[in-house]
Structures are given as structure tokens and as C-alpha cells.
């Protein structure tokens, strides 16, 4: 089983929509958890961190579920550029653990 | 504020060949990262260096992979000698403590 499991998508969506992404992660003890974004031929960058309480950053939103390990992130009102991939993280004490990424396409 | 650099940002080179990938952390960063990124097997940590010191070696795929970093403001992954599945994207990142962990524009190697 992967340490971090993502859904790789694609998720095709309208300009306006609203998406969520999911991801589980295994190690029960992780401490820190973000989002990062990842556009095509691009180094990942981050996009937002996760916390316990859920946090907000304009038309992003980040949840974390300790009791079941799992990490969403929704976006409201899809612009075209957020077309990317999607990678969920995990810190595992020093090092960041990827998920494999869910591809996102928002179409006119 | 300059990123973290990498160099070359393509390698072209034929099976049997030395790859040096280099890399220079962002200044006060104290720890550095290299990944290797396949459509096959997404973003996979290959060593960890803190304080220029190897931590974490244990995704470095076999022997022919080595990776130094002689000083804080450096760092080398060398593959000798390449073989056409080493073709991917290699990252380079840095991390001061636990603060936000940033990557360099990656090396995209191609191995014929």
C-alpha cells in the first residue's frame, strides 16, 4: 500500500464548477500535511497547508480528518488556470511524502 | 531572492555515459532533497542531506547513482553509467527546518 494515495483523475470540469480532491495517507503518527500544485513540465510548488481545523485561502479549501487519515482539498468557482495536477503531502518527520497527483482540466 | 538552481536544465546522453546533475540550494536552507519524477512512479525521494551530511539515502535505486554535497551552497547526483531508464525528471529541493519545502526547475535526462 503507498504511504499517500491520491485518485489520479482526470477530474473535467466546466469554469465555475466546484471540485474536491481526496487523499488517504498510512503513517497514523504524520504531523504536517499540504497541498502542492504541479503544472505540466513545472516543478511542484506549494499551494497551501493543511490544517487540523480546515483553513481557507480564497477559493481553496483544505480539510484533514485525523481519525480516518484523509486530506481533501476543494476549489469553488474553477478558473481555467487552475487546470494542474494536484499532489498531496504528507510530512513524515523530516521528509515529504507525494501522492502521485490528480490531474485537474477546467474547460471554457 | 533566487530559487533553487539546477543545472543542466536538459541532459541528452546515450546508455553507458556519466550524468553529473547539479544543484544549489536556496542560501540558508539547511536541508536538500533530490527526486526523481516518472509518469510511472510520480515523485520519488532518492537521498537527504542535513547540514550537508547524508540522512536518508535509501531511495537511490541502486549503485550507479551517487549524490555529495561538499558544502552548504552545493550539491552533485551523478549516475554512472546511465542506462535508458534512468530517463526522467530529476528535482532538486531545499527546506530550512520545517519550513516550506521549495524545488528547482528539475533536469529533464533523456538516455538513448
Known amino acids: 500500500r503507498k504511504e499517500v494515495e491520491q485518485d489520479p483523475g482526470p477530474f473535467n470540469v466546466p469554469e465555475g464548477a466546484t471540485v474536491a480532491f481526496n487523499c488517504t495517507y498510512s503513517n497514523s503518527a504524520s504531523q504536517s500535511f499540504f497541498w502542492y500544485r504541479q503544472d505540466c513540465r513545472k516543478e511542484p510548488k506549494l499551494l497551501m497547508s493543511?490544517?487540523?481545523s480546515g483553513n481557507e485561502d480564497g477559493r481553496f479549501t483544505a480539510q484533514l480528518n485525523r481519525a480516518s487519515q484523509y486530506i481533501s482539498l476543494l476549489i469553488r468557482d474553477s478558473k481555467l488556470s487552475d487546470s494542474a495536477t494536484y499532489l498531496c503531502v504528507v510530512d513524515s518527520s523530516y521528509k515529504l511524502i507525494f501522492g502521485s497527483g490528480t490531474r485537474l482540466l477546467v474547460r471554457p | 531572492d533566487a530559487g533553487v538552481i539546477q543545472s543542466p536544465r536538459h541532459e541528452v546522453t546515450e546508455m553507458g555515459q556519466e550524468v553529473t546533475l547539479r544543484c544549489k540550494p536556496i542560501?540558508?536552507?539547511?536541508?536538500l532533497f533530490w527526486y526523481r519524477q516518472t509518469m510511472m512512479r510520480g515523485l520519488e525521494l532518492l537521498i537527504y542531506?542535513?547540514?550537508?551530511?547524508?540522512?536518508?539515502d535509501s531511495g537511490m535505486p541502486e549503485d550507479r547513482f551517487s549524490a555529495k554535497m561538499p558544502n552548504a551552497s552545493f550539491s552533485t547526483l551523478k549516475i554512472q553509467p546511465s542506462e535508458p531508464r534512468d530517463s526522467a525528471v530529476y528535482f532538486c529541493?531545499?527546506?530550512?527546518?520545517?519550513?516550506?519545502?521549495?524545488f528547482g526547475p528539475g533536469t529533464r535526462l533523456t538516455v538513448l
Open positions: 493543511v490544517y487540523s
Open positions: 542560501s540558508g536552507h539547511n536541508s
Open positions: 529541493a531545499s527546506r530550512s527546518g520545517a519550513d516550506t519545502q521549495y
Open positions: 542531506f542535513n547540514n550537508n551530511v547524508p540522512i536518508d
